[in-house]
């Protein structure tokens, strides 16, 4: 629209150029001028045609340092891979045999430990035993060779062999309690008064005649071998099922001057019942009898194999 007075366009004037993109058209009574650019939003923002979110930059299209990494990330980057050198190979080696070496010297102390940390009295228990052992092994093998000498010697080894096997089985009936006994040894009383004395004082006691080198015992009456059993009732001790009054008498066949220091070692029998109260007293006669017998009982799956 022109206003009135407002000259139009000649015939021979151009004709008005188009404003470009971006620029806002004029104002009435302005001339045109471009419009101002507003902010422009970072290449990250502007998001798809689609409407799906922009993703998010990283550090370095932002424009930002990156992240120090975390103290665990740092730590599995600084141990793998791994990186060994030589130097740190042979020093792992070494302190590898180091420890080796270290590790048997210990256990070999604590094998030892057991005897080096034992009572006075329990180490000359342990050598009393240890001798008395070596001195019957010494015995055994004397008889032994003495029977084979007689049998090789013998004109008629077939009796030979017969009177032995006679002698053999005397000797194991002694040892079941079949056969009676009579030889040198030691009779020990056990006075009780205060009745604490027990089945396991009473076993002790024969463990350490029999490791002395007691060949046969009996307890009032009652013999005791290998599968003897020793057992509270009340204030009573069985002994294979039968009942022992107080005092106690032991008979002991064996040989004396092996059997009564065996009792009265340090820390041994004399002086355990000492301490419950009870009095022991050992007498040496010229012979002991031990005439309590045990009933044979045949085994019941065990068969002889000759």
């Given amino acids: 629209m022109r206003g009135p007075?407002?000259?139009g366009p000649g015939p021979g004037a151009p004709p008005p150029r188009p404003a470009p993109a971006g620029e806002t058209g004029s104002t009435a009574g302005d001339p045109a001028r471009p419009a101002e650019p507003g902010p422009r939003r970072p290449s990250w923002a502007r998001g798809p045609a689609t409407g799906e979110p922009p993703e998010r930059p990283s550090a370095t299209e932002a424009g930002e340092a990156p992240a120090p990494p975390t103290g665990r990330d740092a730590l599995v980057s600084g141990l793998w891979p791994p990186?060994?050198?030589r130097a740190q190979l042979i020093v792992a080696a070494l302190l590898f045999v180091l420890g080796l070496g270290l590790a048997v010297q210990i256990r070999a102390a604590g094998e030892d430990g057991a005897l080096r940390g034992a009572r006075p009295e329990d180490l000359v228990r342990i050598l009393s035993d240890l001798d008395e052992r070596t001195k019957r092994l010494d015995e055994e093998r004397g008889t032994l060779e003495r029977q084979r000498t007689e049998l090789e010697s013998s004109s008629d080894q077939a009796e030979e062999a017969r009177r032995q096997n006679r002698e053999r089985e005397l000797q194991l009936g002694v040892l079941a309690g079949t056969v009676a006994?009579?030889?040198p040894g030691i009779e020990v009383r056990i006075s009780d008064p205060q009745q604490a004395v027990g089945a396991d004082r009473l076993l002790d006691a024969v463990q350490e005649l029999r490791a002395a080198g007691a060949e046969a015992l009996q307890i009032n009456g009652v013999r005791v071998v290998a599968s003897?059993?020793?057992v509270d009732d009340a204030d009573r001790v069985l002994v294979d099922g039968e009942p022992v009054e107080r005092p106690f008498r032991v008979d002991?066949?064996?040989?004396?001057?092996?059997?009564e220091p065996a009792l009265n070692i340090p820390g041994?029998?004399?002086q355990s019942l000492d301490k419950e109260?009870?009095?022991v007293t050992v007498n040496r006669p010229d012979e002991v009898t031990v005439d309590a017998l045990r009933s044979a009982e045949p085994p019941d799956y065990a068969q002889s194999s000759s």
């Fill in 252 to 259: 002991v066949i064996g040989r004396p001057q092996d059997l």
């Fill in 5 to 7: 007075g407002t000259p």
């Fill in 277 to 279: 109260g009870a009095t």
């Fill in 228 to 230: 003897t059993s020793f």
């Fill in 181 to 183: 006994a009579t030889g």
């Fill in 268 to 270: 041994g029998v004399v």
């Fill in 83 to 85: 990186r060994f050198t």
